[in-house]
T-cell receptor
Framework: GDSVTQMEGPVTLSEEAFLTINCTYT??????LFWYVQYPGEGLQLLLK?????DKGSNKGFEATYRKETTSFHLEKGSVQVSDSAVYFC???????????????FGKGTKLSVIP | SQTIHQWPATLVQPVGSPLSLECTVE??????LYWYRQAAGRGLQLLFY??????ISSEVPQNLSASRPQDRQFILSSKKLLLSDSGFYLC??????????FGEGSRLTVL
């Protein structure tokens, strides 16, 4: 079945450091790929997405490129801020759940802490 | 615009007591609805999804059940809670491209 593997955290960085959170996937079809972010005590919010190979998703300074050859979707940010402290989830959408919609398979999440 | 709300936000219940978590979506029709559980160190686990009124699919056998009495209402229930039911429960709805929109979450502690 489909699966998503993320680097284990927690990740602790100093403000303005470069961030990479690795994500690799296995899927039988051609999934869409997502990064979600969860701030403390809140639900998940979509951070960025990519729907086909070589697409680059970007938002709030974060980027991730859909690499089919390496089945990866690594999240990067050039200069993190304290406000980026959160849990980041990589996810793929592949399995059809009916009525034109798909289910998401999530990674286990990576907790990022940014210190001043 | 679409919004999703779930409640209660926090719940502390004794073992063996019943549970009811409610989720409603506004601003869209016939959404696909989902219940996820987030347990410490285990990521997100899909519990139930629904593609229409009265249509519930269960992903994991467990002590919980779900119902969809109205198009934009999704309820998570249990008749008798277990300690292992503790966790952070998230309701979500989806667009056709698989993108999920999550509620604020409900933290359940079973004592």
């Amino acid at each position: 079945g489909d699966s998503v593997t993320q680097m284990e955290g927690p990740v602790t960085l100093s403000e303005e450091a470069f961030l990479t959170i690795n994500c690799t996937y296995t899927a039988t079809g051609y999934p869409s790929l997502f990064w979600y972010v969860q701030y403390p005590g809140e639900g998940l919010q979509l951070l960025l997405k990519a729907t086909k190979a070589d697409d680059k998703g970007s938002n709030k300074g974060f980027e991730a490129t859909y690499r089919k050859e390496t089945t990866s979707f690594h999240l990067e940010k050039g200069s993190v801020q304290v406000s980026d402290s959160a849990v980041y989830f990589c996810a793929l959408s592949d399995r059809y759940s009916g009525a034109g919609s798909y289910q998401l398979t999530f990674g286990k999440g990576t907790k990022l802490s940014v210190i001043p | 615009s679409q919004t999703i709300h779930q409640w209660p936000a926090t719940l502390v219940q004794p073992v063996g007591s019943p549970l009811s978590l409610e989720c409603t979506v506004e601003g869209t029709s016939n959404p696909n609805l989902y219940w996820y559980r987030q347990a410490a160190g285990r990521g997100l686990q899909l519990l139930f999804y629904s593609v229409g009124i009265g249509q519930i699919s269960s992903e994991v056998p467990q002590n919980l059940s779900a119902s969809r009495p109205q198009d934009r209402q999704f309820i998570l229930s249990s008749k008798k809670l277990l300690l292992s039911d503790s966790g952070f429960y998230l309701c979500a709805w989806s667009l056709q491209n698989g993108e999920l929109f999550f509620g604020e979450g409900s933290r359940l502690t079973v004592l």
